[in-house]
């Protein structure tokens, strides 16, 4: 069994900066593809941003070109930078995570979420 540790979100005014991560932890494993997700009141969960294994990376249209995706795979964490934040961004945000156990069974995961505000 796998567990996914999100840090805390927060509130941060129009034009700032907020950086999440996610550590997956349990018994020996390796890390696929991970992603970060996020959900609105009222709305269907979307795609934020995913990373391969091979760091190809992908993003929703909404946040291109203000958020940056990376992993440390020592650490098995990925992290999502938000930059030029708008109120839009407002949501709670899931990181995801394809993990392939030792037998080679491709499980996905989901982290707690975390709640992120943009104040005008």
């Known amino acids: 069994q796998v567990q996914l540790e999100q840090s805390r979100g927060g509130l941060v005014q129009a034009g700032g900066s907020l950086r999440l991560s996610c550590e997956a932890s349990?018994?020996?494993?390796?890390?696929?593809?991970m992603g970060w997700y996020r959900q609105a009141p009222g709305n269907q969960r979307e795609l934020v941003a995913s990373?391969?294994?091979?760091?190809?990376?992908n993003y929703g249209h909404a946040v291109q070109g203000r958020f940056t995706i990376s992993r440390d795979d020592a650490k098995n964490t990925v992290y999502l930078q938000m930059d030029s934040l708008k109120p839009e961004d407002t949501a709670v945000y899931y990181c995801?995570?394809?993990?392939?156990?030792?037998?080679?069974?491709?499980?996905?995961?989901w982290g707690q979420g975390t709640q992120v505000t943009v104040s005008s």
């Open positions: 349990g018994s020996a494993f390796s890390i696929d593809a």
């Open positions: 990373i391969t294994r091979d760091e190809a990376t």
């Open positions: 995801n995570m394809w993990v392939a156990s030792i037998s080679g069974r491709s499980t996905n995961y």
